[in-house]
Structure formats: structure tokens, C-alpha cells
């Protein structure tokens, strides 16, 4: 039972190009979150999937884009880096909402965007 | 939206002292306040958490604190120790949340010294 993994651990971009993050959990969780580490800014949401096939917007949005084709995976798309986006992106999965339901994270992916 | 307030920001103690890092929240509807822990460089992971019809928790060295009135919630670590020391994060999280999200504050950072 690996829990919620992410790929890659690290990347380094140039400005403009373009990647996808994956998060992949084997716990049969329904909720998926992605969630961007500033240092001094705590952990805010990008996007998140309440179940295979739907996505949200959450708090920081603007140059992502999600996909939840498989229930197991969450992807998270750049399609024009930034500077802005350098990050650690972490990626966390709930068996469903609300306070029932702990979320647990991956291991997280350093993104630097030159 | 939900709003998280944490203090201090920094907190150094001496081994065997207690440590206290404090939250506030802003939406009354919110109802799950986890803390999760983070060492250098890996994941951050759930120490405890409280739901809003309980008002303290113990677990060992570490115990969470509720006040619903004052909408606060405080951590406790008693008898510190040298792996103590990480940053530590509060969060909120209510039927108000997208996707009942966890919102974080932005860390304590503690160190134990030996």
C-alpha cells in the first residue's frame, strides 16, 4: 500500500514550457486536492476533484489546469510556466469530505520554473 | 472564505519545556481543525485533530484544544524533545470549503534544543 505518490520529485523548467504532475493513490480515495507550498505562505489549493471525471477551482487557479480520467489519479498541467510557479506542489487524497475524512499527502515535487 | 491566523511564527523551547502554537479562524460554520507536522524536506503529516462537538484532545505528549465562542484552537506539546523540532501547521475545514479544502495557516516553525 504505497498511499498517495507523486511524479516527478523534481523538474526544473524554463519559462513557457510546459508539464504534468502526477498523483497517483491506491487507497480508493474519492477526494483528490492539489495544493502549492510557498515558503511563509502555508499550503494553498489549486484545484480539486470530488470524484472521477469532476474538477474545481480552488483558491490559486490562474496557469493550471486538472484531469481526473482514473479515479486513482489527479494530474496537474502547467501549459506555460512562470517564475510564479515555482513551488513545492503537494498533492493530498480524502475518502470523502468534510471532518470525517483525514487527507493524506504525497511526498511532494519541487517545481523551479527559470 | 475561511481565514486562518497562526501564531508565533517561530518558537524555540528547551528540551523537557511545553510548547503552545495558536490558530484562529474566521468562518463559524467550520467544523474539522487538524495540525499537521512537516520535517525538512518531506510531507506534511497528521499529529492530531479535533471536530467542533469535542472540546480537547489528547494523544501522548501533544493535546488540541477548542474554543468554539472564541473561534481559536490551540496545539500543546508537553515535554519537548530534539524531534520535535519541525514546522507545524493549523488548519480549518467546513461544509463553507470548496471541496471541504483544508485551509492552512502559514507554520510555526519549532526548534527544541537538547
Known amino acids: 500500500n504505497a498511499g498517495v505518490t507523486q511524479t516527478p520529485k523534481f523538474r526544473v523548467l524554463k519559462t513557457g514550457q510546459s508539464m504534468t504532475l502526477l498523483c497517483a493513490q491506491d487507497m480508493n480515495h474519492e477526494y483528490m486536492y492539489w495544493y502549492r507550498q510557498d515558503p511563509g505562505m502555508g499550503l494553498r489549493l489549486i484545484h480539486y476533484?470530488?470524484?472521477?471525471?469532476?474538477?474545481a477551482k480552488g483558491e490559486v487557479p490562474d496557469g493550471y489546469n486538472v484531469s481526473r480520467l482514473k479515479k486513482q489519479n489527479f494530474l496537474l498541467g502547467l501549459e506555460s510556466a512562470a517564475p510564479s510557479q515555482t513551488s513545492v506542489y503537494f498533492c493530498?487524497?480524502?475518502?470523502?469530505?468534510?471532518?470525517?475524512?483525514?487527507?493524506?499527502f504525497g511526498p511532494g515535487t519541487r517545481l523551479t520554473v527559470l | 472564505g475561511e481565514n486562518v491566523e497562526q501564531h508565533p511564527s517561530t518558537l524555540s523551547v528547551q528540551e523537557g519545556d511545553s510548547a503552545v502554537i495558536k490558530c484562529t479562524y474566521s468562518?463559524?460554520?467550520?467544523?474539522?481543525f487538524p495540525w499537521y507536522k512537516q520535517e525538512l524536506g518531506k510531507r506534511p503529516q497528521l499529529i492530531i485533530d479535533?471536530?467542533?462537538?469535542?472540546g480537547e484532545k489528547k494523544d501522548q505528549r501533544i493535546a488540541v484544544t477548542l474554543n468554539k465562542t472564541a473561534k481559536h484552537f490551540s496545539l500543546h506539546i508537553t515535554e519537548t524533545q530534539p524531534e520535535d523540532s519541525a514546522v507545524y501547521f493549523c488548519?480549518?475545514?467546513?461544509?463553507?470549503?470548496?471541496?471541504?479544502?483544508?485551509?492552512f495557516g502559514k507554520g510555526t516553525t519549532l526548534s527544541v534544543s537538547s
Open positions: 493530498a487524497s480524502s475518502y470523502g469530505g468534510g471532518a470525517l475524512h483525514t487527507q493524506y
Open positions: 479535533i471536530r467542533s462537538n469535542v
Open positions: 476533484s470530488v470524484g472521477e471525471g469532476t474538477t
Open positions: 468562518d463559524s460554520a467550520s467544523n474539522y
Open positions: 488548519a480549518a475545514s467546513g461544509p463553507r470549503q470548496a471541496g471541504t479544502a483544508l485551509i
